[in-house]
């Protein structure tokens, strides 16, 4: 059974750039057709899709999201991760990790992780 876990900070400052990595365990993220996926929920709203990173490196992003994001993956450690630069408050979100076989269709979660932006 594949588990997902999000590693990071918390507390990000304005303009900084947030970096979340999503360790996996039972599963390789080099293999099997799988999309790797970063999601995010503001406090009050809906699920946002972030990106995403193939099993093949090839890499998607949200339009709206995409000047400010990078999704990069090391396979060494099984571990994918989000970089979000120019961060404001808006960016304050729960950030989820997820898989995938289709980009925002999921079989897979991690518990999730609360990252504030704040001075």
């Known amino acids: 059974q594949v588990q997902l876990q999000e590693l990071g900070p918390g507390l990000v400052k304005p303009s900084q750039t947030l970096s979340l990595a999503c360790s996996v365990s039972?599963?390789?993220?080099?293999?099997?057709?799988?999309?790797w996926s970063w999601i995010r929920q503001p406090p009050g709203k809906g699920p946002e899709w972030i990106g995403a990173?193939?099993?093949?490196?090839?890499?998607y992003y949200s339009p709206s999201l995409k000047s400010r994001t990078s999704i990069s993956r090391d396979t060494s450690k099984n571990q994918f991760t989000l970089h979000l630069s120019s961060v404001t408050p808006e960016d304050t979100a729960l950030y989820y990790c997820?898989?995938?076989?289709?980009?925002?269709?999921?079989?897979?979660w991690g518990p999730g992780t609360q990252v504030t932006v704040s001075s």
């Open positions: 997820a898989r995938g076989f289709a980009i925002q269709i999921y079989t897979n």
């Open positions: 039972g599963g390789s993220i080099a293999a099997n057709n799988y999309y």
């Open positions: 990173i193939f099993y093949s490196g090839d890499t």
